[in-house]
């Protein structure tokens, strides 16, 4: 795939620090992902070494496609919170467009509009830096957390389908309608 666009290693939001990773991420973001709660619908818990593999597996990303999912950080207090942003995945199923919008939150954050957040901004440059013309996001039908953070985010549900072994709902949006609603 290919984007025009360049390369943002950092973003603020309001209240977000959209950054790189660093090696003192791993001991929260192994936390998180050990929490039945917030890995629900996700495959299942991590272990330690799976966590590390996973922000192995972010910045390898970064570096090949030159954007990716940014460690998030609360910007009034520095505390790593988990992870928002953009991830390309080659295998999925549904036509040409397979960059998705993403996030993981550590469940004492949840309920504050953080996900929202992070995701406009990810999306926000995805359109205008990385020029794409559309965005999708992915999750299992009954994540009704993650289908609103879609919602709000300006996404639209497109369809049903099977990815990786799991039945899940996929929503997108087009550029131009994105930047309609956020006008
Ligand atoms: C999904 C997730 C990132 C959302 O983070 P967040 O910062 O709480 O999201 P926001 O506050 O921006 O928005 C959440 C919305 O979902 C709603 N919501 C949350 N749980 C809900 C539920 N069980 N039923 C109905 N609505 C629910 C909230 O009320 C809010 O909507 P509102 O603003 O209209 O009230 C967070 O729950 C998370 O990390 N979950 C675990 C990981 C995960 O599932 N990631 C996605 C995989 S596809």
Known sequence: ?????????????????????????LDPYSRMCANPEVMRYLPGTMTREQSEEQIAKFVR??????????????????????????????????????????????????GRGLATEGALASLRHGFVELGLERII????????????????????????????GFDVVWYDAGRQEWEMYRS
């Open 1 to 25: 795939m290919s984007s025009r666009g360049a390369s943002i290693f950092e973003i603020e939001t309001t209240r977000l620090l959209l950054r790189q990773w660093r090696d003192d991420d």
């Open 61 to 110: 990303h970064w570096k090949e496609y030159g954007f990716g999912l940014w460690a998030a950080e609360i910007r009034e207090t520095e505390a790593f919170i988990g992870f928002i942003g953009l991830q390309y995945s080659e295998d999925w199923p549904e036509g040409e467009h397979k960059t998705e919008v993403g996030w993981r939150l550590d469940r004492s954050c949840w």
């Open 137 to 164: 996001s992915i999750t299992l039908p009954e994540n009704i957390a993650s289908r609103r953070v879609m919602e709000k985010s300006g996404l639209a549900l497109r369809g049903e389908t099977r990815w990786r």
